[in-house]
């Protein structure tokens, strides 16, 4: 396959995956501003919230920090903090909570030695390699097929990395999720008027993750079809 036919068809999966990210991209971002209207019972900001789950699961070493952004929420397992945006840490809403609690989940995972996470956290300083060489490694490989074949295959190991990884990160998340609503509706913070609210806002915020392992995984398939001589003009 002639180069400018790869970087076609390269671009061609690129957008359609692109397109899905920004959908779901946009129905989260609408999905959390419809829910930040509807408050909790029991009035806990997503602060109140991460340190009263924290405290649930006796877990004391973990603080709660404020950070820039919309929807940067993250846990950071070096640091042990979990960082809410100010919409999460300030807010007494569904969203927030559930926001809150998914993060909290995170740290939960890691004091509980959860498998998943483990295996993520060995694999961030592949990943961190291989994302920064990939893509010249695989443009490289795709000029040089015909006379060096070995350096694509050296791009479709690299790029595996990052793939294995993204599909690592899916039971991560939906793991979290899964302790977050299971702890919000035990504890009371949402009720069955708006559990399901909590509930369909990890759902969509998980989707982002799915279409993006599935990105990765159509791009990988892809170059290893174009190595092994399965595409043809």
């Known amino acids: 396959m002639e180069p400018q036919h790869v970087n076609m068809n390269i671009w061609l999966i690129f957008g359609v995956f692109m397109i899905l990210s920004w959908i779901v991209s946009a ?8 829910y930040s209207k509807i408050p909790t019972d029991g009035g806990l900001t997503g602060r109140d919230v991460a340190e009263k789950m924290l405290r649930d699961n006796g ?8 950070v820039q952004g ?24 569904i969203a927030a909570a559930a926001v809150a609690a998914h993060e909290t989940g995170h740290a939960v995972q890691h004091s509980t030695a959860y498998a998943f996470l483990n295996l993520r956290s060995k694999l961030v300083p592949p990943v961190s390699f291989a994302s920064k060489w990939v893509q010249w490694v695989l443009l490289a490989g795709v000029i040089l097929m015909n006379t060096f074949p070995a350096l694509l295959l050296a791009g479709i190991i690299l790029f595996a990395f990052t793939t294995v990884f993204s599909f690592v990160t899916l039971p991560v998340e939906i793991n979290a999720s899964r302790r977050a609503l299971v ?10 008027m708006n559990h399901d609210k909590a509930q369909d806002a990890l759902k ?3 989707y982002t993750y799915v279409v993006a ?21």
């Not at 129905?27 to 419809?34: A, G, H, I, Q, Y």
């Not at 702890?183 to 069955?192: A, Q, V, Y």
């Open 59 to 66: 877990i004391y070493d973990v603080r709660v920090e404020c």
């Open 70 to 93: 919309q929807l940067t929420d993250h846990y950071n397992p070096d640091k042990k903090t979990i960082n809410l945006s100010q919409d999460v840490y300030n807010s007494r809403s």
């Open 213 to 233: 392992a599935l990105g990765s995984l159509a791009t990988l398939l892809y170059y290893i079809m174009i190595f092994t001589g399965g595409s043809r003009d």
């Open 183 to 192: 702890w919000l509706e035990n504890t009371g913070i949402t009720s069955s």
């Open 204 to 206: 969509w915020a998980a």
């Open 27 to 34: 129905v989260l971002k609408s999905k959390f501003k419809k």
